[in-house]
Every structure is written in C-alpha cells, then in structure tokens.
C-alpha cells in the first residue's frame, strides 16, 4: 500500500520517488505502532521504476516491522528506540538502502532461528528485484540491515527451451 501511496504522488507513474516511498513506510509503522520513531532520508530525485519498488517496499516493511516487534519484546517493551532508514546512490551503479534499529539479544536468536513465512517471502524478494542483504551488528545491540539494489534492472533470463 505504501508503494501504492509514493507511485500516485509521482509526476510519472512509472517511477516512484524513494524519498516519497521510505516516508509511506514510517507513516504507516506509525499507524500501527504509535510510539514507533521511525526517520528517512533520500534525495528527492533518487527514483525506482515500479515494478521494482513494489517488491522493495515489501521488503522494507517487513524488516521494519520485525524491528518494531524485537523492540516491543524488549526490556523496555516500547518501539521507543530511533530507527533511520535511509537511501542514497552508490558509486557502482546501485542504490543502497540502509536501516539501523535495536537489535540485541532477541534479534541475534532470530537469525539463527529456522526461517519463517516472512523470510522466505523477503528472500524471494530479493531474488525477484536482484538486491543484496547484509546485516551488521553495530555498537550498542543496533543492528545495520544494508540492502544493495542495482539502478537498472536486469535484463530477463532467456527461456529455455
């Protein structure tokens, strides 16, 4: 739904705007977790063809809303805790999407945890829009989630015959 709002706010219904994405994304954590401090930063004309942002924004919202969930289980029990998700080019010719947030004890149980419903479709994900996911433990208990997706899509795999 998110992907939905930031496309009809584009000038060129083919294009989403990432700034236009990423704060659809902290409105609606907000919504359904009041309290949730979620900040984005973009360029404003860092764009996404659609058919990719779609998929992206799936992504996204489930990595944050496991964050607001590990959060919520804390000692603190309270999505209190400033997350940043954040957007911007890269020299090699992708767009790199970075979100940091409490992570802690329950989040390092969960990786190793055997995959549930959400990370099998995060991963299909991925696979669909050709992106890269790497999470990095910061000082703290934070955790960095790093999403690396190429600027142009690739060309689709020729059918075999």
Avoid: C, N, Y
């Amino acid at each position: 739904a998110e992907a939905h709002r930031a496309l009809q706010r584009s000038p060129d219904l083919r294009k989403v705007r990432v700034s236009d994405l990423l704060d659809e994304l902290a409105a609606g954590a907000a919504v359904q977790h009041p309290g949730t401090d979620l900040r984005t930063e973009a360029a404003e004309a860092l764009t996404l063809d659609a058919e990719r942002a779609i998929p992206l924004a799936l992504v996204l919202a489930e990595l944050v809303e496991g964050a607001v969930r590990r959060a919520a289980a804390g000692p603190s029990a309270a999505p209190s805790d400033t997350m940043l998700l954040s957007a911007r080019r890269r020299a090699d010719d992708a767009v790199l999407f970075e979100f940091v947030h409490g992570g802690g004890v329950a989040a390092a149980a969960e990786e190793d945890a055997a995959p549930d419903l959400g990370g099998k479709v995060v991963r299909a994900l991925l696979r669909q829009i050709g992106a890269a996911l790497e999470t990095e433990h910061l000082a703290g208990g934070r955790l960095r989630t790093a999403l690396a997706l190429p600027v142009h899509a690739a060309d689709p795999a020729p059918a075999e015959a």
